[in-house]
Every structure is written in structure tokens, then in C-alpha cells.
């Protein structure tokens, strides 16, 4: 196997890694905010590690270049957009999640019992 190749699945892998996590993450995560920054971070490194590998796959060509304009834009756009619809909970008064609301409801709950 080439050296070319073993370097386009490392970089494939990893991004594939970090695409999985960040999916995790939006699953996982407990409110609105988490989530976008889950999703926003983990995504946009995830994409651009995997298009960074087809770039070594495709060598210098044009297809190549394409592609190193395909991770500009998504450096560009993806984490804009994850603020974007921050910005925007915010706006609508979309209220974030803290530790300290979960154990107010559990007091909350034995109190009533």
C-alpha cells in the first residue's frame, strides 16, 4: 500500500471519528446550546479532515482544487451558522441548561412525596 493512501485513510478515519462524536454529542447533550456546539465544533473538523484525505487520495489535479475550496467554504459557513442559530435561541429567550436547575427539581420532587 502506498504512503499516499495510508495517509488518506488516517485522515479519513479521523474525520469519520470526529463526525461520530459530534453525533453523539447532539444526541447526547441536554439542551439547545450544548448541542449546537457539539455539532458545530466536532462537524466542521470532521468534514474537513475527511475532504482533506480525498485531496491526498485525488494527488493535484482539478478535482483537488475543488475540494480545497469545498473546506474553505465549510470553514467558513459551519461555525457562522452554529452562531448564527445561537445567537438566535438567545434572542428567543431559549433558556440554557444548568446543574443547578436539575437539582432544584429533584428537591423539588422530594419535597412533594
Given at each position: 500500500?502506498?504512503?499516499?493512501?495510508?495517509?488518506?485513510?488516517?485522515?479519513?478515519?479521523?474525520?469519520?471519528?470526529?463526525?461520530?462524536?459530534?453525533?453523539?454529542?447532539?444526541?447526547?447533550?441536554?439542551?439547545?446550546?450544548?448541542?449546537?456546539?457539539?455539532?458545530?465544533?466536532?462537524?466542521?473538523?470532521?468534514?474537513?479532515?475527511?475532504?482533506?484525505?480525498?485531496?491526498?487520495?485525488?494527488?493535484?489535479?482539478?478535482?483537488?482544487?475543488?475540494?480545497?475550496?469545498?473546506?474553505?467554504?465549510?470553514?467558513?459557513?459551519?461555525?457562522?451558522?452554529?452562531?448564527a442559530l445561537a445567537r438566535a435561541a438567545y434572542y428567543f429567550r431559549?433558556?440554557?441548561?444548568?446543574?443547578?436547575?436539575?437539582?432544584?427539581?429533584?428537591?423539588?420532587?422530594?419535597?412533594?412525596?
Amino acid at each position: 500500500m502506498e504512503v499516499q493512501y495510508l495517509l488518506a485513510i488516517i485522515f479519513i478515519s479521523f474525520g469519520a471519528f470526529f463526525l461520530l462524536i459530534g453525533s453523539v454529542g447532539l444526541v447526547r447533550l441536554p439542551d439547545f446550546y450544548s448541542r449546537t456546539h457539539a455539532t458545530g465544533k466536532a462537524d466542521t473538523l470532521g468534514i474537513m479532515l475527511v475532504i482533506t484525505g480525498l485531496i491526498i487520495t485525488q494527488g493535484i489535479s482539478v478535482n483537488s482544487a475543488k475540494l480545497l475550496m469545498i473546506i474553505v467554504f465549510v470553514g467558513l459557513t459551519n461555525p457562522t451558522a452554529a452562531n448564527a442559530l445561537a445567537r438566535a435561541a438567545y434572542y428567543f429567550r431559549e433558556v440554557p441548561w444548568f446543574k443547578k436547575d436539575k437539582m432544584k427539581q429533584k428537591k423539588q420532587k422530594k419535597e412533594k412525596v
